[in-house]
């Protein structure tokens, strides 16, 4: 793949959309599925193509954990927004469904000592970082039993065992917090990474310059992962930016940008490896984009019936839906039968029967606990 200056070329596709008619520029800016991998570098942070290597690839059980973990995400996310739109479940959840292949992909190359921030569509990047079913959902319903006890609830769910540092209400809030653990991990010499999520939307916020620029100034083990899904809310990512690759603006920052596809698991595995090996080798971080797609609405499964997308545009992604495309791939390659494949699907789904039931049956905090764990500083 060529290698190009970034910064010529995002100047050039903002004059090349000034120009543009206003229907011109929304049809060509429509969100079209990327097919394939590109590396954006400067001559300040050139960055090798990632290249597939057959021999090193991943093995049988790395291909069928991340399976798993992309099932587990999808059955636990869609019985989660219908929960909650039968009033079970309190508050707004962001569904992850259609963007599983991010979270699996990345996660596969973390342990528990390295770390995340996450964002207001967390639950996903939880569950590949290895949440479990019934704190999770105990969390979401507001109980006791939850990861944090009840009171954090879906966007901002957290916990320090996994390395989970926080599903994030505050669009952009994570990549600061991912620079601040970063900084940590390097000045105690560990060897760990941190991770930070944020969406296309989040990418404008000052919040992750600030993040990134100082991420690559000190060149901290950390790496960013775009999940450029197209959208901020009901906002299309032409109606919100003037470049059209996030990984663009890697080079402004002094790091080097790859762009993926993140409907296909393995391609996110290899450039994340690639990414999370450089800042573990104090190579500094990396700007990963991956090219996704939610299913459902902004919120919830029904969502709140605004017309932003067409649904001609839906089906189109759910084409080359991830789990679907990696399950035919997996039977190609022979790693796993029908048989075996439709067994996780049902595990699955009676964990999270016995999950929702655990939490169901879970207590509320008690109100003697309201002020547990909350910090302030001054008189009180
Ligand atoms: C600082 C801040 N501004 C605005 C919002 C309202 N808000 C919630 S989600 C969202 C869109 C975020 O888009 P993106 O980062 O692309 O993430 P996605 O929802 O697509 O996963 C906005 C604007 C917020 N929560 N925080
Ligand atoms: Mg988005």
């Not at 000045?187 to 992750?208: M, W």
């Not at 299309?236 to 002094?254: E, F, K, P, T």
Request: charged share 25%.
């Amino acid at each position: 793949m060529a290698k190009k200056p970034a910064k010529k070329a995002a100047a050039k596709k903002a004059v090349a959309a000034k120009k543009k008619p206003a229907a011109k520029k929304k049809a060509a800016a429509k969100k079209k599925p990327v097919s394939k991998k590109k590396t954006v570098a400067t001559k300040k942070a050139p960055v090798k193509q990632a290249s597939r290597n057959k021999k090193s690839g991943p093995s049988e059980q790395t291909l069928k954990e991340m399976h798993l973990k992309m099932v587990r995400i999808r059955r636990f996310e869609e019985n989660a927004g219908r929960m909650m739109e039968d009033g079970k479940i309190p508050g707004a959840l962001h569904l992850y469904v259609g963007e599983e292949a991010v979270a699996a992909g990345v996660m596969q190359h973390l342990s528990d000592e390295d770390q995340i921030t996450s964002t207001h569509r967390g639950h996903g990047h939880l569950v590949a970082k290895g949440g479990e079913f019934k704190p999770m959902y105990a969390e979401l319903f507001g109980r006791s039993t939850g990861y944090c006890g009840g009171k954090g609830g879906s966007m901002h769910i957290s916990n320090m065992e996994l390395g989970m540092l926080g599903a994030n209400g505050i669009v952009g809030g994570g990549p600061p917090i991912a620079m601040g653990a970063a900084f940590s991990n390097k000045f105690r010499k560990t060897s760990n990474v941190t991770v930070s999520f944020f969406g296309d939307g989040a990418s404008n916020e000052g919040s992750v310059h600030e993040a990134a620029n100082m991420a690559a100034l000190y060149k901290l083990p950390c790496v960013f992962i775009c999940e450029n899904n197209g959208y901020g809310e009901y906002t299309a990512q032409a109606n919100h930016q003037a470049i059209v690759d996030v990984a663009d603006r890697a080079s402004g920052y002094g790091m080097p940008g790859v762009i993926v596809d993140g409907m296909d698991v393995m391609a996110v595995y290899e450039a994340a490896g690639e990414a999370i090996e450089r800042a573990r080798n104090g190579g500094g971080p990396t700007l990963v984009e991956c090219k996704t797609y939610r299913y459902y609405d902004h919120v919830g499964i029904r969502g709140m019936g605004m017309t932003y997308r067409t649904d001609e545009e839906v089906e189109t992604w759910k084409k080359r839906d991830a789990i679907e495309n990696f399950e035919q791939r997996l039977q190609q390659l022979g790693v796993m039968t029908q048989k075996q494949i439709q067994a996780v699907h049902d595990k699955v789904l009676s964990d999270i029967d016995e999950a929702i039931q655990y939490a169901n049956e879970s207590p509320y905090p008690d109100a003697s606990e309201l002020l547990d764990n909350v910090y302030f500083e001054g008189e009180g």
